[in-house]
């Protein structure tokens, strides 16, 4: 079974200033992880995503994880804020053969001008 | 590449009335289609997995027979919420993936939402 628990429902940052959101996951076999966000009244976008191979990704808008198993994590991190990273942002976690994505409960982040 | 669409964005409709919401994908054929209910300041949460050519997988407390499913193209599945109710308004979202060779999960591609409202 997997499952995904983000820490923080809500995250302030300043414009400019790093962007942390945690993610940890728990999976029997294992896993694709994911980082999705969301604007109001859309639907998800695919930010990064980890599959196999290198542990650090890259993805979209500047936002990078990195899977550390030891941890079961895969904190979403952005080294400058900008205004519009203001969305909802959501991990998920899916099984190696599997076919269904669990979703974290998402955690909003605001940005401070 | 991978857009998935949905249609309508937003529908409005009276209590006891269906309505029928589309999900395609646009540029790629996709095996599995995924529709999903997001309640305001909420997580997705997996309503039925529908695989081309046969019967919706429903999750644990969704009303087979309320949200009918049907997955009838490589490009097309339809959600039909019958006989909607207030507490039925939700934005629903639909996502599809294409299976790699080996079984392995590739990424789910999300449409942009449905909005849909019943008075």
């Known amino acids: 079974a997997q499952s995904v628990t983000q820490l923080g429902s809500h995250v302030s940052v300043s414009e400019g200033a790093l962007v942390l959101l945690r993610c940890n996951y728990s999976s029997s076999v294992p896993p694709y992880l994911f980082w999705y966000v969301q604007y109001p009244n859309q639907g998800l976008q695919l930010l990064l995503k980890y599959t196999t191979g290198a542990t650090l990704v890259k993805g979209i808008n500047g936002f990078e994880a990195e899977f550390k198993k030891s941890e079961t994590s895969f904190h979403l991190t952005k080294p400058s804020a900008h205004m519009s990273d203001a969305a909802e942002y959501f991990c998920a976690v899916s099984a190696l053969a599997g076919n269904q994505f669990y979703f974290g409960t998402g955690t909003s982040l605001t940005v401070i001008p | 590449g991978a857009v998935v669409s949905q249609h309508p964005s937003r529908v409005i409709c009276k209590s006891g009335t269906s309505v029928k919401i589309e999900c395609r994908s646009l540029?790629?054929?996709?095996?599995?289609m995924f529709w999903y209910r997001q309640f305001p300041k909420q997580s997705l949460m997996l309503m039925a997995t529908s695989n081309e050519g046969s019967k919706a997988t429903y999750e644990q407390g969704v009303e087979k027979d309320k949200f009918l499913i049907n997955h009838a193209s490589l490009t097309l599945s339809t959600l039909t919420v019958t006989s909607a109710h207030p507490e039925d308004s939700s934005f629903y979202i639909c996502s599809a993936r294409v299976g790699l060779a080996g079984g392995r999960v590739d990424t789910q591609y999300f449409g942009p939402g449905t909005r849909l409202t019943v008075l």
């Open positions: 540029d790629f054929q996709a095996t599995t």
